[in-house]
């Protein structure tokens, strides 16, 4: 069996989170000598053990990785999923040496190219054609290297117009394009590639996707972290799935983009008000379920309705479906004339939205409620979310992307003949 491009064992990383204790409303000037001093003491054992420095009165132990083992083989595309604070970032700043573990052991076989956030490994006093030369140099490519992929760098990131201003002056979007065309044409044996890439424009998003391939295509390795899901599915080979620092599941792209929904729905799929509602009507509850699959699903939304003693005219409902990412997309109005009657003191109502096929990502539910288009007795925006992770043509090899819109009508061809 070939040798892996990348042995991870056992690894961990630990980290000491500082803690400020309860302000007393009265301390003596001999408490507070000791207080200081146990804490100058301690700052001064770890500066002298080489600890990490915390700041506070009390410190805890928090383990960012803890045990995480797996292979990655030469032309694998790996994408790594996880909700925020999972250790995904931190795993991929130790396989590129920003920091070392604590404990475990990582082998890498070849150079490592890392697009971690804006602006990781530029200088912001040199110009954008002197980083070309300085990233170059630290993933150890020759001059007449750097020389010969420099044309095609500066056309992939679109820079040239700006190529000797200084980099402190690009935007946020012309980092990550130089950035990402260095890393990706400089041809690493592994590319690492974080979150970053959703502060460029869907055109650039499209066109790293696309080099990315190419890079998979052309033997080379690929570490891809991200929380969309749809583009993981598209572009990766195999997947890890991680939780609060552990590795939980290793396997497809899509087992893992379904575990991972599974595992967060119970967070996001029901919303429930802290307090009554002081308008006239409101809502109390609201749960959805995803059901089917594409491009044929149906959103179920499950409210919950209570109401104070006040007279108040009849309610028709409505629900909002938006992007995360952007606005509205479409509404559903199940009944067209109030149904909630001055009888209802609480009720519970299903309704069932027939969903069009959809592009993968992330959407919203808004609920709103009153007697018509000019009056609401209550509103509640963005209160439940869902992810739909596959696309709706099936066999679709290629991305979509948000700038050619959401929804994707079945379209029937017919010859003119």
């Not at 690929?222 to 890890?240: E, I, K, M, Q, W």
């Not at 967070?267 to 491009?295: A, C, H, M, T, Y």
């Not at 009657?341 to 299903?350: A, G, I, N, V, Y």
Request: charged share 20%; with cysteine; proline share 5%.
């Amino acid at each position: 069996m070939a040798t892996p491009v990348i042995s991870i064992e056992q690894l961990s990383k630990r980290y000491f989170l500082g803690h400020q204790g309860p302000r007393e409303s009265y301390q003596s000037i001999r408490e507070s000598v000791v207080k200081h001093g146990r804490s100058l003491a301690r700052k001064t054992f770890d500066l002298v053990r080489g600890n990490q420095m915390v700041q506070g009165d009390s410190v805890e132990e928090f383990w960012a990785l803890k045990d995480v083992s797996f292979e990655v083989h030469q032309g694998d595309v790996l994408g790594i999923i996880g909700s925020n604070g999972a250790g995904k970032s931190t795993l991929l700043k130790l396989l590129s040496r920003i920091t070392e573990p604590t404990k475990g052991r990582i082998t890498l076989q070849g150079r490592v190219a890392s697009l971690l956030e804006v602006g990781t490994g530029f200088h912001p006093e040199l110009s954008g054609r002197e980083n070309i030369f300085l990233n170059g140099a630290i993933l150890g490519m020759s001059r007449a290297e750097i020389r010969s992929k420099f044309d095609e760098i500066v056309d992939f990131a679109d820079v040239e117009r700006f190529l000797d201003t200084p980099v402190k002056r690009y935007s946020s979007g012309m980092y990550v394009r130089l950035a990402f065309a260095v890393a990706a044409h400089l041809e690493p044996e592994v590319l690492v590639v974080d979150e970053v890439l959703a502060v460029g424009d869907a055109e650039f998003q499209k066109k790293c996707m696309g080099k990315m391939g190419e890079v998979a295509k052309g033997g080379r390795t690929v570490l891809f972290v991200s929380h969309n899901l749809g583009a993981v599915v598209g572009l990766c080979s195999r997947c890890l799935l991680m939780d609060h620092g552990s590795l939980i599941l290793d396997s497809s792209p899509a087992e893992c983009v379904a575990a991972h929904l599974n595992q967060a729905q119970s967070q996001s799929e029901s919303w429930v008000r802290s307090n009554l509602p002081p308008e006239l009507l409101g809502f109390r509850e609201i749960k959805i379920s995803l059901l089917g699959d594409q491009p044929h699903q149906t959103l179920e939304v499950a409210c919950e309705f209570m109401k104070s003693s006040a007279v108040h005219r009849d309610a028709m409902i409505a629900f909002d479906i938006s992007q995360l990412s952007g606005g509205v997309i479409m509404q559903a109005l199940p009944f067209p004339q109030g149904f909630l009657t001055e009888d209802h003191t609480s009720c519970c109502q299903r309704f069932l939205i027939q969903l069009p096929p959809l592009i993968p990502g992330s959407y919203s539910l808004s609920a709103w409620l009153g007697p018509n288009n000019l009056e609401s007795y209550d509103f509640v925006r963005d209160c439940v979310t869902f992810e739909v992770a596959h696309s709706p043509t099936p066999g679709r090899t290629f991305l979509h992307t948000p700038d050619h819109g959401c929804i994707v009508p079945q379209t029937i061809w017919q010859s003119a003949a």
